[in-house]
């Protein structure tokens, strides 16, 4: 584009997935941090400041932080110039998350490009964009001289020998172990043939199995004994020598698995350097291949891979033909002629005064903005955990070593990690965390009696024969986390195992908490596995006796579960509310919505704020009521259950409770007295009658630290509805 339009200046703003970000090169003038949500408003205020034209978003599901990306939308409705958005991918099948982020990114694009009619065709039908508005660029590729590949093939010690290649980052979606079931068919009437693996393995599968999936293509080259004839390029190589790679290549083989593939970079490249190609039919291969510029052949089969090889080696004229179309076609695709197209497109974005309404620096009352929340610190929870799990007290910010370790408290800190983990905040230490909490929670469990043990001496000696009900069913819920919502396989497969083993015992359960908390991870564990009919059938169950509880004891003026309000109250409302609406039961939905709005009103003190229950006492009907002392359990209770309140009924009034709920550890309560510490990261164990419990235990800063993840997340989700905040 510079060298068309040698007037026009350019810079790049990246997104940094890595902390520090990366050595960039001048052309980088701003950078955003991946998951940090003001760095993308800063950069759109950077960006106004500047003056610049035209913002060109390259758009991909997994590059900005938030739910699907949403993110990148906080830049966008800030921005005052036009907005052109490539998507490297359009997808069939949206989640509700991924059409929201969606359709707010297709209304505030000035210009939609896309890369094959494939995608402009999807874009229309699934996403309802305006035909009118949607440009096809290909993928931009180098321009490769249209040569012998045997020019090439000296440098990699292939002379005389035919190269079939495959080129990208590699991953067990790339379908290369087809390849290599072919070979012993191919080299059996080509002996000469090499097969070249070049790409690095792709980060992300680095962090999650490590190097697994390429040592076993080796192993597999191994057994089909044709490791003579594999050579793999464990790196990433720079374009000159891609190219080179590319040039050597005799035909370029693509065995993706994944049919929802729209565009792909590596088989643009070759194909656009006029290699004959073989490809599964995924869609960018389905589109570019037509008309005898390449070979399709089905997805995870071997054999028609060796039959279409080796028909192409045996007929040279017709191999050469295909590379002939493929290079024709390839002339529209490389880079100033892309360039031209883009520059097409800025130029008509900007006439175009279709704009959506933009202002630099719009100011927004504070019934529009987000609040912001407190750092989500882990200082103090690193200070009060070690090898074995996380301590249960503390004398002020110091671990208290004789009171040991409680189940209860490490099942609190696993869900944070898992909670860390989907907010990407922290996930060296989150996964450190859940490591930890995880096998806790694994030696608590008594494979014997089918519980958990609850109370661990700092010598690493259980002092119970048993847990408390409670315990049991907070280490269930958990679980159901770590199944339902954790990104890693081998936490997903551990707590499966575990919840499997400890679910039936709840049944013979009298705790009403014990119920909810196991229904709340029962619901969790369903996300991932809903066809478990044995945790179908317990949920039912719990449900059951929570609604009888509520029938027999609830009157008008006091609709409540027990006669007594005590601790963790909101727990059981938040489980109705959560199972009520789950299972599609209305009753049972509304029972619980019922019961929190009275139990929010209650706790309500005349000034407006949350004044929890005291544990001095709580609160038994017709009789006193304890005003301290005052747990941060409780506030957090009261957040959770009115988040999930308000996801289920979207009555803005649900979110200021919480948000009332959560002001309570910044200082809004009976005191005027933070419970939370910013020095520390750790949160006081009470709120008493003249002052805060200086002690930072286990239980308060979860509840705290819980707090702010949970608001978090809703903010996140949020910026995806574009919806006010109060």
């Given at each position: 584009m510079a060298a068309e339009h040698p007037q026009s200046q350019c810079f790049a703003v990246p997104v940094n997935d890595i902390p520090g970000g990366y050595a960039y090169p001048g052309a980088v003038?701003?950078?955003?941090?991946?998951?940090?949500?003001?760095?993308?408003?800063?950069?759109?205020?950077?960006?106004?400041?500047?003056?610049?034209?035209?913002?060109?978003?390259?758009?991909?599901?997994?590059?900005?932080?938030?739910?699907?990306?949403?993110?990148?939308?906080?830049?966008?409705?800030?921005?005052?110039?036009?907005?052109?958005?490539?998507?490297?991918?359009?997808?069939?099948?949206?989640?509700?998350?991924?059409?929201?982020?969606?359709?707010?990114?297709?209304?505030?694009?000035?210009?939609?490009?896309?890369?094959?009619?494939?995608?402009?065709?999807?874009?229309?039908?699934?996403?309802?964009?305006?035909?009118?508005?949607?440009?096809?660029?290909?993928?931009?590729?180098?321009?490769?001289?249209?040569?012998?590949?045997?020019?090439?093939?000296?440098?990699?010690?292939?002379?005389?020998r035919v190269v079939l290649l495959t080129f990208g980052l590699l991953s067990p979606n790339k379908g290369i172990e087809h390849v290599l079931n072919a070979l012993p068919s191919i080299l059996s009437e080509f002996p000469d043939v090499v097969y070249i693996v070049l790409g690095a393995t792709h980060p992300n599968e680095i962090r999650e199995q490590g190097e697994a999936y390429r040592l076993s293509l080796e192993r597999l080259a191994k057994k089909n004994k044709v490791e003579k004839n594999v050579i793999f390029y464990n790196r990433f190589v720079e374009l000159d020598e891609l190219k080179e790679f590319i040039g050597a290549a005799d035909i370029y083989i693509t065995p993706y698995l994944n049919e929802a593939q729209i565009t792909s970079g590596t088989l643009a490249y070759t194909f656009g350097a006029g290699k004959a190609v073989v490809s599964t039919p995924y869609w960018h291969a389905v589109e570019l291949l037509a008309e005898e510029r390449g070979v399709l052949v089905p997805f995870g089969d071997a054999q028609a891979i060796a039959r279409e090889v080796t028909g192409l080696l045996r007929d040279e004229t017709r191999r050469h033909a295909m590379r002939k179309n493929a290079y024709k076609l390839g002339r529209d695709m490389v880079w100033n002629n892309v360039a031209r197209l883009y520059m097409r497109s800025f130029e008509q974005a900007r006439l175009e005064k279709a704009v959506l309404s933009r202002k630099s620096f719009a100011t927004k009352t504070l019934d529009q903005a987000p609040r912001a929340l407190p750092e989500l610190r882990l200082d103090h929870l690193s200070r009060m955990t070690d090898s074995t799990g996380i301590f249960q007290h503390a004398i002020f910010s110091v671990p208290n070593?004789?009171?040991?370790?409680?189940?209860?408290?490490?099942?609190?800190?696993?869900?944070?990690?898992?909670?860390?983990?989907?907010?990407?905040?922290?996930?060296q230490q989150a996964r450190r965390l859940a490591t930890t909490c995880a096998a806790f929670l694994n030696h608590a469990f008594d494979v014997k009696t089918k519980r958990f043990h609850n109370h661990l001496s700092f010598d690493r000696r259980w002092l119970d024969e048993s847990g408390s009900e409670d315990c049991h069913a907070r280490a269930l819920w958990a679980l159901?986390?770590?199944?339902?919502?954790?990104?890693?396989?081998?936490?997903?497969?551990?707590?499966?195992?575990?919840?499997?083993?400890?679910?039936?015992?709840?049944?013979?359960?009298?705790?009403?908490?014990?119920?909810?908390?196991?229904?709340?991870?029962?619901?969790?564990?369903?996300?991932?596995?809903?066809?478990?009919?044995?945790?179908?059938?317990?949920?039912?169950?719990?449900?059951?006796?929570?609604?009888?509880?509520?029938?027999?004891?609830?009157?008008?003026?006091?609709?409540?579960?027990?006669?007594?309000?005590?601790?963790?109250?909101?727990?059981?409302?938040?489980?109705?509310?959560?199972?009520?609406?789950?299972?599609?039961?209305?009753?049972?939905?509304?029972?619980?919505?019922?019961?929190?709005?009275?139990?929010?009103?209650?706790?309500?003190?005349?000034?407006?704020?949350?004044?929890?229950?005291?544990?001095?006492?709580?609160?038994?009907?017709?009789?006193?009521?304890?005003?301290?002392?005052?747990?941060?359990?409780?506030?957090?209770?009261?957040?959770?259950?009115?988040?999930?309140?308000?996801?289920?009924?979207?009555?803005?009034?649900?979110?200021?409770?919480?948000?009332?709920?959560?002001?309570?550890?910044?200082?809004?309560?009976?005191?005027?007295?933070?419970?939370?510490?910013?020095?520390?990261?750790?949160?006081?164990?009470?709120?008493?009658?003249?002052?805060?419990?200086?002690?930072?235990?286990?239980?308060?800063?979860?509840?705290?630290?819980?707090?702010?993840?949970?608001?978090?997340?809703?903010?996140?989700?949020?910026?995806?509805?574009?919806?006010?905040?109060?």
């Open positions: 003038r701003f950078e955003i941090e991946e998951q940090d949500l003001p760095s993308y408003q800063r950069a759109a205020d950077f960006l106004n400041i500047g003056n610049a034209d035209i913002v060109c978003v390259q758009h991909e599901f997994g590059i900005f932080g938030g739910p699907a990306g949403s993110h990148l939308l906080a830049l966008l409705r800030e921005l005052k110039m036009p907005v052109v958005t490539t998507l490297h991918t359009v997808l069939l099948e949206l989640n509700p998350d991924q059409r929201r982020v969606m359709q707010e990114l297709i209304a505030r694009s000035t210009r939609l490009v896309v890369m094959t009619e494939r995608g402009r065709q999807m874009l229309q039908d699934v996403c309802h964009a305006p035909p009118a508005k949607i440009d096809v660029i290909h993928h931009g590729i180098p321009d490769i001289p249209f040569v012998d590949p045997n020019y090439y093939k000296d440098q990699f010690g292939v002379e005389g070593f004789s009171e040991g370790y409680c189940t209860d408290d490490n099942a609190r800190a696993f869900i944070l990690a898992v909670l860390l983990d989907e907010l990407q905040q922290e996930p159901g986390l770590g199944v339902g919502r954790s990104p890693h396989r081998s936490f997903q497969v551990m707590a499966g195992h575990l919840f499997a083993q400890a679910l039936p015992v709840v049944t013979s359960f009298t705790s009403p908490r014990a119920w909810a908390f196991s229904l709340i991870g029962i619901h969790e564990y369903l996300r991932r596995l809903s066809g478990d009919c044995a945790a179908e059938q317990v949920r039912e169950a719990l449900i059951e006796r929570l609604m009888g509880l509520y029938d027999r004891t609830a009157q008008p003026d006091w609709p409540w579960f027990e006669e007594e309000l005590a601790y963790d109250n909101a727990k059981l409302a938040h489980a109705l509310i959560l199972s009520g609406r789950a299972t599609g039961q209305p009753a049972v939905f509304e029972r619980g919505l019922e019961a929190l709005r009275w139990l929010a009103e209650v706790q309500t003190s005349e000034n407006g704020h949350l004044r929890p229950i005291g544990s001095n006492g709580f609160y038994r009907r017709g009789g006193p009521r304890a005003h301290f002392d005052q747990q941060p359990i409780e506030a957090h209770s009261m957040a959770s259950a009115c988040l999930e309140a308000y996801r289920a009924t979207s009555d803005l009034w649900w979110h200021e409770q919480a948000q009332r709920a959560f002001d309570w550890f910044l200082g809004w309560n009976d005191l005027g007295l933070e419970v939370y510490s910013p020095s520390t990261g750790g949160c006081r164990d009470a709120l008493h009658v003249d002052r805060v419990n200086r002690n930072q235990g286990a239980e308060s800063t979860l509840a705290f630290l819980l707090s702010v993840a949970e608001m978090q997340l809703m903010q996140n989700a949020l910026t995806v509805f574009n919806q006010p905040v109060s």
